[in-house]
C-alpha cells in the first residue's frame, strides 16, 4: 500500500471510511452523491457525522421499491438496510434506524434525481471553514461500498481530490444540481421509512403481510370468472374448449406472466398437453390481431403447420379457429436464402412479430449464430416481442441453462428483475448451482428421497424461487393427480412407472466385432481429416483466416462427430455402418473433387466448407452437432489456397481405416445382432405377459424409441414379420 496514493479502493489503497474519519471535523458541512444509503454505514461512522454541522445527500439512483409499499402506489424507495450482513447486525436495527433517524431530522437535507439510470457518479465533499476535501469514484454510502465490512467490502476506484481549484468545480456542479429540476426532496419519505423500521409491530400485522408477500404475485392473477369476463371470444373458441381444468390453469397463469415479464417457460411433464396449451395462448393474441411465429426442431415442424389455415392440412382438428401464426425451424434462423413453408427467408422480416413461440427451448441453452439471430433481429428488433418457451426439459445439465433462456425474455438485461428483489438473473442461478452441487454432495448417502428433496428446498436461495414463481410454469402427473381430481376423470388414470431397467448386451453374438472401449480407442486415433481443411491451408494464405479460430472450430467438430459415431454405435451396429459407409462415400467424393482441380488446366474456382457438409449430413439429427457446426458455419476453403497433396494423404488414411471398421460391422447380420436378439426377448415377454389398462383390457401394445431413424428403419425391417407370425401383433415406424 502507498502511503502517499491519492486513491482510495478498499484494499492496496485504503478505503473511503479512513477518509471519511480523517477529514470530517466537528462543524464539517458535507455534500454527498451515492446510489444507496444504509443505516449500518451511519452507525460505522455516527461518532464523527453526529458532530456535523450539516450534510446534503443526493441519490444519484433511487431503486425500486421491494416491499415497503405492499400496494405499489410509489414508485420509488430507498435502499436503508443491507443485504448479506450477518444475523446479529439485524438484531439492533430499531436502535440503529431510531438514531439515524433522529440525526437526519436534525442535521441532514436529502433529495434524490427523478429519473432512474441519470445519475451514475459517487462524490464525497467535505467543508470547513477554509478547508475542502473532496472524493470522487465509484463507492456508495454503504459498509461494503466505504471498506468497512470485516469479511466482503467491495474494490472500488475512488481519487482524492488535491486541487482546490478541482474542489470548487465539484462543489459548483453539487449546487447547480441540488437546486435543479431534475432532482426532488425525499426527507419526508426517507423518515418514514426509517420510522418502519424502528417503529413496534403487531404480530398479526407481521404475520399477515408476510403471507401477502408469499402469494403476491398469486393473489394479483385474474381469477376464473375474471378472466371469462375479460375474454368472452377466447372463451368460445375450440382449442379453448378442448383444454382439460389443468390446462385451462395453465394457460391463464402463462397469459398473466407474459403481461407482467413479457416471458413464460411452460415446462410441463412429458404428456400434459404443452403444445395444446400453447396454442390456446396463440389463439389469446391472435384475436388481439398479434402477429405470431413458432420456432421448432425441423422434425416437428408438421405438428405445427397442422393447424393454420394457409398451410391447408386436411386433418387439421381445430379448423374453426383459423390460426394463422407462422411456423419456422430453428435452423432456419442460420439460412439467409431459400424457401421455408412458403416463406422467402431472403425477404422475410424477422422483426415483425408480437408473440414467438419456442418449442423445445433448451436447444437455445447455449449462444450460437441461431441465439443471436433470434434475439437480435426477432426479439430486440422492431416492436415489443413477448416470448414464450416450450420445453420438458428446460435444465439438461446445469441450474446455469436457464440463464440463456430466461435472456430470450428479458431481451438480454441481466438486472431485468432488480425491481423484484433479483439484482442478477446469471448471479442468482449461478449461486443456486453453487447450493445443488454443495447439496449433492451431503446428501449423497442421505436413504429417503423424500428427505432429499426437504433439505434441497431448504439449501436453494430464496431469489432462486422467486425467479422460477415469476417466469416458470411446472406442473407433473403427480401435481394433477393431487389437484385435479376431475381432469383425472377425464383423462383416465396415468399409468404407474415401473424402475428403468438398464441392460447391456454385447453387440456381436459371435463375438467377432470388438469391444465399445476398442471402438472408441480407434476413432480417436482417427484425423478425420475431411472436417480439418484449417490444418492445410497454406503458408502464403493464411493471412486470409482467422487461423486459430477456425482450427479450434473445427477441432471441436471433429470431436462432436467421433462422438456421433459412438451414439451411433450405442444405437444400433446398423446404425454404425450405415454412418461409416456414408462417410467413406463422403472421403471418397471429396478425393475425387480434389483430384479432378489437380489435373484441370483451367483452373475455376473450387473448394469446401467443412462445417455445411457436416450439417447437411448430420445436423437435423443430433442437436449439439448441430449446435457445434453453426458456431462456425459458412467458412469456404478455395482448394487453391490448401497444400492438397497433405491433405489428400491424410483423407485417404482416414478412408482406409473407416473402410475397414466398416466391413468388420457390415458382417454382423440381423441373426448376430445381439442387441435385436435382447430386443425381440423383451417384447415377447411384454406381449406375452400384458398389462391391463383401467377398463380391464389387455394392453398388448410396446413402443420402441430410438434417437436415429435408420435405427428406427433397421428395426422395423427386422421385426414386422417375427411380430406378426410369432406375436400375432401388428408394427409401424414413424420417423422425423
Known amino acids: 500500500m502507498s502511503n502517499t496514493s491519492h486513491i482510495r479502493d478498499n484494499s492496496m489503497y485504503g478505503t473511503v471510511a479512513d477518509f471519511l474519519q480523517d477529514k470530517i471535523q466537528d462543524g464539517s458541512s458535507l455534500s454527498i452523491v451515492s446510489a444507496y444509503f444504509t443505516i449500518y454505514a451511519f452507525n460505522k461512522l455516527r461518532d464523527e457525522l453526529s458532530s456535523i454541522k450539516e450534510l446534503r445527500f443526493l441519490f444519484g439512483e433511487p431503486s425500486f421499491i421491494g416491499g415497503i409499499d405492499p400496494q405499489k402506489t410509489e414508485s420509488k424507495a430507498f435502499e436503508l438496510t443491507e443485504t448479506g450482513l450477518s444475523l446479529g447486525n439485524y438484531l439492533p436495527q430499531s436502535e440503529v434506524a431510531k438514531a439515524c433517524a433522529n440525526w437526519i431530522e436534525k442535521k441532514v437535507k436529502i433529495k434524490s434525481v427523478r429519473q432512474s439510470n441519470f445519475l451514475h457518479g459517487k462524490m464525497y465533499y467535505i467543508e470547513k471553514g477554509r478547508s475542502e476535501d473532496a472524493l470522487i469514484g465509484s463507492s456508495n454510502f454503504t459498509v461494503r461500498g466505504l471498506g468497512l465490512s470485516e469479511t466482503a467490502s467491495n474494490i472500488e476506484l475512488n481519487l482524492e481530490v488535491d486541487s482546490k481549484s478541482d474542489c470548487v468545480d465539484l462543489k459548483t456542479w453539487f449546487d447547480n444540481l441540488w437546486d435543479s429540476e431534475q432532482v426532488e426532496d425525499v426527507k419526508a419519505q426517507v423518515l418514514q421509512t426509517l420510522k418502519d423500521a424502528y417503529q413496534d409491530k403487531?404480530?398479526?400485522?407481521?404475520?399477515?403481510?408476510?403471507l401477502y408477500h408469499l402469494f403476491e404475485d398469486f393473489l394479483t392473477d385474474a381469477s376464473d370468472t375474471e378472466f371469462a369476463e375479460a375474454n368472452?371470444?377466447?372463451?368460445?373458441?375450440?382449442?379453448?374448449?378442448?383444454?382439460?381444468?389443468?390446462?385451462?390453469?395453465?394457460?391463464?397463469?402463462?397469459?398473466?406472466?407474459?403481461?407482467?415479464?413479457?416471458?413464460?417457460?411452460?415446462?410441463?411433464?412429458?404428456?400434459?398437453?404443452?403444445?395444446?396449451?400453447?396454442?390456446?395462448?396463440?389463439?389469446?393474441?391472435?384475436?388481439?390481431?398479434?402477429?405470431?411465429?413458432?420456432?421448432?426442431?425441423?422434425?416437428?415442424?408438421?405438428?405445427?403447420?397442422?393447424?393454420?389455415?394457409?398451410?391447408?392440412?386436411?386433418?387439421?382438428?381445430?379448423?374453426?379457429?383459423?390460426?394463422?401464426?407462422?411456423?419456422?425451424?430453428?435452423?432456419?434462423?442460420?439460412?439467409?436464402?431459400?424457401?421455408?413453408?412458403?416463406?422467402?427467408?431472403?425477404?422475410?422480416?424477422w422483426d415483425g412479430y408480437d408473440l414467438v413461440v419456442i418449442d423445445e427451448s433448451h436447444n437455445f441453452r447455449?449462444?450460437?449464430?441461431?441465439?443471436?439471430?433470434?434475439?437480435?433481429?426477432?426479439?430486440?428488433?422492431?416492436?415489443?416481442?413477448?416470448?414464450?418457451?416450450?420445453?420438458?426439459?428446460?435444465?439438461?445439465?446445469?441450474?446455469?441453462?436457464?440463464?440463456?433462456q430466461i435472456c430470450l425474455i428479458t431481451e438480454d438485461r441481466d438486472d431485468a428483475f432488480r425491481q423484484t428483489g433479483i439484482p442478477s438473473i446469471r448471479g442468482t442461478l449461478n449461486?443456486?448451482?453453487?447450493?445443488?452441487?454443495?447439496?449433492?454432495?451431503?446428501?449423497?448417502?442421505?436413504?429417503?428421497?423424500?428427505?432429499?428433496?426437504?433439505?434441497?428446498?431448504?439449501?436453494?436461495?430464496?431469489?432462486?424461487?422467486?425467479?422460477?414463481?415469476?417466469?416458470t410454469i411446472a406442473r407433473s402427473r403427480t401435481h394433477v393427480i393431487n389437484f385435479y381430481d376431475n381432469a383425472i376423470e377425464e383423462v383416465g388414470q396415468f399409468p404407474d412407472?415401473?424402475?428403468?431397467?438398464?441392460?447391456?448386451?454385447?453387440?456381436?453374438?459371435?463375438?467377432?466385432?470388438?469391444?465399445?472401449?476398442?471402438?472408441?480407442?480407434?476413432?480417436?486415433?482417427?484425423?478425420?481429416?475431411?472436417?480439418?481443411?484449417?490444418?492445410?491451408?497454406?503458408?502464403?494464405?493464411?493471412?486470409?483466416?482467422?487461423?486459430?479460430?477456425?482450427?479450434?472450430?473445427e477441432f471441436n467438430l471433429i470431436g462432436m462427430m467421433k462422438v456421433?459415431?459412438?451414439?451411433?454405435?450405442?444405437?444400433?451396429?446398423?446404425?454404425?455402418?450405415?454412418?461409416?459407409?456414408?462417410?467413406v462415400k463422403e472421403i471418397a467424393e471429396l478425393e475425387s473433387k480434389i483430384e479432378d482441380f489437380l489435373n484441370a488446366e483451367d483452373k475455376k474456382e473450387a473448394g469446401f466448407d467443412p462445417l455445411a457438409e457436416a450439417e447437411k449430413e448430420y445436423g437435423d439429427e443430433d442437436y449439439d452437432l448441430q449446435t457445434g457446426i453453426e458456431a462456425g458455419k459458412n467458412q469456404f476453403y478455395p482448394f487453391e489456397h490448401l497444400d492438397l497433396d497433405a491433405w489428400l494423404a491424410d483423407l485417404r488414411d482416414d478412408k482406409m481405416q473407416l473402410d475397414k471398421i466398416?466391413?468388420?460391422?457390415?458382417?454382423?447380420?440381423?441373426?448376430?445382432?445381439?442387441?435385436?436378439?435382447?430386443?425381440?426377448?423383451?417384447?415377447?415377454?411384454?406381449?406375452?405377459?400384458?398389462?391391463?389398462?383401467?377398463?380391464?383390457?389387455?394392453?398388448?401394445?410396446?413402443?420402441?424409441?430410438?434417437?436415429f431413424a435408420d435405427t428406427a428403419n433397421y428395426l422395423y425391417d427386422n421385426l414386422r414379420e417375427w411380430a406378426t407370425e410369432t406375436l400375432n401383433i401388428e408394427s409401424a415406424v414413424v420417423t422425423g
Not at 435444465?395 to 441453462?401: E, P, W
Not at 456421433?564 to 462417410?583: A, G, Q
Request: glycine fraction near 4%; proline fraction near 4%.
Open 232 to 349: 368472452p371470444s377466447f372463451l368460445q373458441t375450440e382449442i379453448w374448449q378442448t383444454l382439460y381444468a389443468f390446462q385451462r390453469h395453465g394457460v391463464q397463469a402463462c397469459i398473466q406472466k407474459l403481461k407482467a415479464y413479457d416471458g413464460c417457460i411452460i415446462a410441463d411433464s412429458v404428456g400434459l398437453g404443452k403444445t395444446y396449451e400453447a396454442l390456446a395462448i396463440i389463439k389469446y393474441f391472435e384475436l388481439r390481431n398479434k402477429n405470431v411465429l413458432v420456432l421448432c426442431p425441423k422434425k416437428l415442424e408438421k405438428n405445427w403447420t397442422l393447424y393454420p389455415v394457409h398451410y391447408r392440412r386436411r386433418r387439421n382438428p381445430l379448423k374453426a379457429d383459423k390460426f394463422r401464426y407462422n411456423v419456422l425451424a430453428h435452423t432456419d434462423l442460420s439460412r439467409e436464402y431459400g424457401d421455408a413453408n412458403g416463406i422467402d427467408l431472403a425477404q422475410h422480416e
Open 366 to 404: 447455449n449462444r450460437g449464430v441461431r441465439y443471436e439471430k433470434l434475439m437480435e433481429e426477432v426479439i430486440q428488433s422492431g416492436g415489443k416481442t413477448q416470448v414464450l418457451m416450450l420445453s420438458a426439459t428446460p435444465v439438461n445439465n446445469r441450474l446455469t441453462d436457464l440463464a440463456n
Open 431 to 471: 449461486a443456486a448451482q453453487s447450493r445443488f452441487d454443495t447439496w449433492t454432495a451431503e446428501t449423497e448417502q442421505m436413504p429417503k428421497n423424500s428427505q432429499k428433496q426437504e433439505s434441497l428446498a431448504e439449501n436453494l436461495n430464496a431469489d432462486f424461487f422467486a425467479l422460477l414463481d415469476r417466469l
Open 202 to 210: 403487531d404480530p398479526e400485522f407481521i404475520y399477515y403481510k408476510t
Open 564 to 583: 456421433n459415431f459412438l451414439k451411433r454405435l450405442e444405437s444400433s451396429v446398423h446404425s454404425f455402418t450405415t454412418t461409416l459407409e456414408r462417410t
Open 662 to 707: 466398416y466391413r468388420i460391422g457390415n458382417n454382423i447380420t440381423p441373426e448376430r445382432d445381439a442387441k435385436l436378439k435382447q430386443l425381440k426377448q423383451l417384447i415377447a415377454t411384454k406381449v406375452q405377459n400384458p398389462t391391463k389398462n383401467r377398463d380391464g383390457k389387455e394392453n398388448r401394445k410396446v413402443l420402441v424409441f430410438t434417437a
Open 497 to 553: 412407472r415401473e424402475p428403468p431397467k438398464s441392460i447391456f448386451p454385447e453387440i456381436d453374438l459371435q463375438g467377432k466385432f470388438p469391444t465399445y472401449q476398442t471402438i472408441s480407442h480407434q476413432i480417436d486415433g482417427y484425423k478425420l481429416a475431411r472436417f480439418i481443411p484449417s490444418n492445410y491451408i497454406r503458408k502464403e494464405c493464411r493471412h486470409h483466416y482467422g487461423e486459430r479460430l477456425l482450427q479450434q472450430r
